[in-house]
């Protein structure tokens, strides 16, 4: 039943593209299958493989139920294969091939582009997962733990999406950029994962929660792009991992949150005023609000850099295509084709910051980078409700675009007065972390979250570790 919601489950991957009977598939990813387990073991959560976690696993593409809960052991977590379901009569929505219907085998003449887009995406999943692997030890509590956990099963799933769509449509080259996912380590030397904030530490949970919500997010833009993509087994495979995305971003948000919120709890508690009294502050074991600030402006800054030139003929001809489209392409009111338009892009002329209207279809990164950057205010001014009903007037703010670039326009620019983690901000963080792995209980630094997962009471022993 390949287009249906049916999953089928019996096999060793659980899928609903019918690889049942499609034996030169099913054959490549089992053959994949036993290096990739390997990868997890070596690369994957360190120190808990055997912990058994109470994770959810997609077992339907149909929106209204697509997820189990039970307690998994992760290296037995079911991966599968799965596409949202077919929609009747898909056309192109954008593009030189705007009208015609959607693909389902790889055009010819854009294999090499096409290939390109899920090599990068697919890198990008597992070097999250390494990026990751230490912070098990330091959870501030097992809801955390859990939730790290299904954050990091569920980009294992998005390189399994990636690696499927490879080995489906790119024969042996597919089948050898599948093992290179494999090879490639985040922060290697000689072996580095593709783009740059991927090999970048993450060393702390406040850099998890970060990380979980800017550059997860900028995985939210791209996908919302790659769904729109002519190229309709990649649309359907995108648009399910948008599901999953959902709760990277929850526990970014979240993640964030609930440290602010035990921030000014102290803070109020301890009669401090004024939030920039560092020591104090620090004193109470909780995370003072600048210190956050700077935070923000890394993950922030490094995030920006992953949606690559302001200036991009890569983007022109990946939309002419029809392969990667806008952000909610099939929400917008134009032509789909933006020959004749053009859109304000910042540049740097002379050493100044300024706004130059260039051809559209050449600013369409800057256009997703403008989209995920209105996105991202979203979560800031929810955490700036919660520093307000505090009480105080110190506000969280997106540093400039300009700040602390490597790509593009403003790479090596220096304009913002902005800063970055300092190593006493390094410092302070990792004296505050450890581990707190009692059922209910939550590190100093911060608050229980609202709800469980699943509905689960404030006790529950999401993570077993010794079982
Ligand atoms: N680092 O024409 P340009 C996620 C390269 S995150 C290193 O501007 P383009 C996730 C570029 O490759 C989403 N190199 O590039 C999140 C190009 O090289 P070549 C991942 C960079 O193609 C959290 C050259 O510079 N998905 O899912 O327009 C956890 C010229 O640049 C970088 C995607 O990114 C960089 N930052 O834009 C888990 C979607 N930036 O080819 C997962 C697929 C640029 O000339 N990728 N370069 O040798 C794309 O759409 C595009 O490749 C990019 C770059 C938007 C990344
Ligand atoms: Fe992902
Ligand atoms: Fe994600």
């Known amino acids: 039943m390949p287009d249906g919601m049916e999953v089928d489950y019996d096999g060793l991957i659980p ?66 294969v799965l596409l949202a379901p077919v929609i009747e009569g898909r056309r192109i929505g954008f593009g030189a091939h705007k009208g015609e219907p959607v693909w389902q085998e790889v055009p010819g003449e854009y294999r090499a582009m096409l290939r390109r887009l899920l090599v990068i995406q697919g890198d ?27 954050v990091n099963v569920e980009e294992g799933r998005h390189l399994w999406a990636m690696v499927y769509l490879l080995q489906k449509y790119f024969g042996t080259q597919g089948r050898e950029e599948a093992e290179d996912l494999l090879r490639r380590r985040s922060g290697d030397a000689d072996t580095p994962r593709m783009l740059g904030a991927f090999n970048e530490a993450t060393p702390d949970w406040l850099s998890f929660f970060m990380f979980t919500f800017f550059t997860d997010r900028d995985g939210k833009m791209q996908l919302e792009a790659l769904a729109q993509s002519g190229f309709d087994p990649l649309s359907r495979t995108c648009r399910f991992m948008l599901t999953e995305e959902a709760h990277h971003m929850f526990v970014g948000e979240t993640g964030v949150g609930r440290i602010i919120e035990r921030t000014v709890e102290a803070m109020r508690t301890a009669g401090i005023d004024d939030p920039n009294e560092t020591e104090r502050v620090r004193a109470l074991g909780v995370i003072d609000l600048p210190t956050i600030q700077r935070k ?63 051809p559209a279809l050449s600013a369409l990164n800057m256009r997703l980078r403008d989209d995920y950057v209105a996105d991202c205010l979203g979560g800031v001014g929810r955490w700036n409700k919660t520093i307000e009903k505090a009480g105080y007037a110190f506000r969280l703010e997106l540093p400039a675009v300009t700040f602390n670039r490597k790509i593009g326009e403003f790479a090596g620019f220096e304009s913002d007065p902005a800063q970055l983690p300092g190593s006493d901000d390094r410092a302070f963080i990792e004296s505050l972390m450890k581990p707190v792995t009692v059922p209910g209980q939550y590190a100093s630094w911060i608050a229980p979250p609202r709800a469980g997962i699943d509905g689960k009471p404030g006790e529950f022993e999401y993570v077993r570790i010794h079982d």
């Open 124 to 150: 990008t999943e597992p070097a999250s997962v390494e990026q990751q692997r230490h912070l098990g030890a330091t959870a501030p509590s097992l809801y955390d733990m859990r939730n790290l956990f299904q």
């Open 15 to 80: 899928n609903n593209v019918g690889l049942a009977q499609d034996a030169r598939v099913r054959k490549a990813l089992e053959t994949w299958h036993p290096g990739y387990i390997d990868w997890w073991l070596d690369m994957g959560p360190e120190g808990f493989q055997q912990a058994l976690v109470y994770l959810r696993t997609a077992v339907s593409v149909d929106p209204k139920g697509w997820a189990k809960f039970g307690f998994v052991r992760m290296p037995e977590y079911k991966w599968g």
């Open 296 to 358: 923000l402006n890394l993950h922030f800054s490094l995030t920006l850099d992953l949606f690559g030139n302001e200036i991009s003929t890569n983007a022109a001809n990946a939309f002419n295509a029809g392969l990667k489209g806008r952000y909610r392409e099939d929400k917008l009111e134009d032509d789909h084709q933006l020959t004749a338009s053009t859109y304000p892009v910042l540049r740097l002329k002379d050493g100044t910051v300024i706004n130059e209207d260039v």
